[in-house]
């Protein structure tokens, strides 16, 4: 009984900050700025992987970033990625890709502002800290993406060999699909990880986050998923915005999946704040 009037507390508290502190403008914010971000960040990251040898990284930063989205959504949002990644570029450091650098780090920056509301924390950094931490998510996630494209190229080189080498290996190495997503969902988990630690502002434990990402992953499933079934079934989205219809159900499917990452740094505020408050009824009743 007591477990259930706990979490009755720590979900009323998340679901009401949400509500209270604008959590549905804010979802729109980060879904807007994140697909704003997108192109900008896959600009800046290509030119700067093809400099390094990474001559896959379009391909599979397409896979890493679509393949965990519903066919209906991912589609034609990757088709014209791939467009404009396949143009040719070689003005890396010019004023251009800088800029593109710089776009893509709003969308750092719109989350640094989600989760500093959700944990109810005032930022207290400086603005130049601020968006070089961002710059440097951004590259940082450009190096690993440009480091898994080259993996995933020798992966099934190394794979034969090993199955020449070990046949017991053989069930355990699946397919190039398996493999990417795997390590599109690897790539997710130590996202959330990453910006729940270090984006807002203030100091958190990692096992204080852990409830807040379990329940983005388990809603990003199930939003998804109904999200996709919903596409298929009742949506009119093609009839009412014509050839606009993928940019929108792009930007619908990025609001739900903004919103439950937000709720996520809710839950984790609600759950600490129920923890600090039964500790201080504790050490009262104790004096």
Request: charged content about 15%; proline content about 2%; hydrophobic content about 55%.
């Amino acid at each position: 009984m007591r477990k259930i009037v706990a979490l009755r507390r720590v979900l009323y508290d998340a679901v009401g900050h949400f509500i209270d502190d604008d959590g549905w403008a804010m979802a729109s914010h980060v879904a807007i700025s994140s697909l704003m971000a997108l192109f900008p960040f896959l600009i800046f990251a290509t030119t700067l992987a093809s400099f390094m040898g990474a001559d896959a990284f379009a391909e599979t930063a397409v896979h890493l970033i679509f393949d965990t989205w519903p066919d209906q959504i991912a589609a034609p949002i990757a088709r014209e990625v791939v467009n404009v990644l396949t143009v040719q570029r070689t003005d890396l450091l010019t004023f251009g890709i800088v800029l593109a650098a710089y776009f893509a780090s709003n969308g750092i920056e719109a989350l640094r502002t989600a989760l500093n509301r959700a944990y109810r924390v005032t930022e207290t950094r400086s603005l130049i800290f601020r968006r070089l931490q961002s710059l440097a998510f951004v590259l940082i996630a450009t190096v690993g993406f440009a480091a898994i494209s080259v993996l995933l190229v020798f992966a099934p080189l190394l794979a034969r060999l090993a199955e020449a080498k070990f046949e017991w290996i053989q069930p355990y190495v699946g397919t190039s699909t398996l493999w990417r997503l795997g390590i599109a969902a690897t790539v997710i988990v130590l996202g959330l990880v990453v910006v729940h630690m270090w984006l807002p502002s203030g100091k958190r434990s990692f096992g204080s986050i852990v409830p807040g990402i379990l329940f983005t992953l388990a809603g990003w499933l199930a939003g998804s998923t109904i999200f996709a079934n919903y596409l298929d079934r009742f949506s009119s989205y093609v009839t009412t915005y014509a050839g606009l219809a993928s940019i929108m159900i792009a930007i619908v499917f990025l609001y739900i999946v903004s919103a439950i990452f937000i709720l996520g740094g809710e839950l984790n505020a609600a759950i600490g704040r129920y923890v600090e408050a039964r500790a201080r009824v504790g050490g009262d009743a104790g004096g």
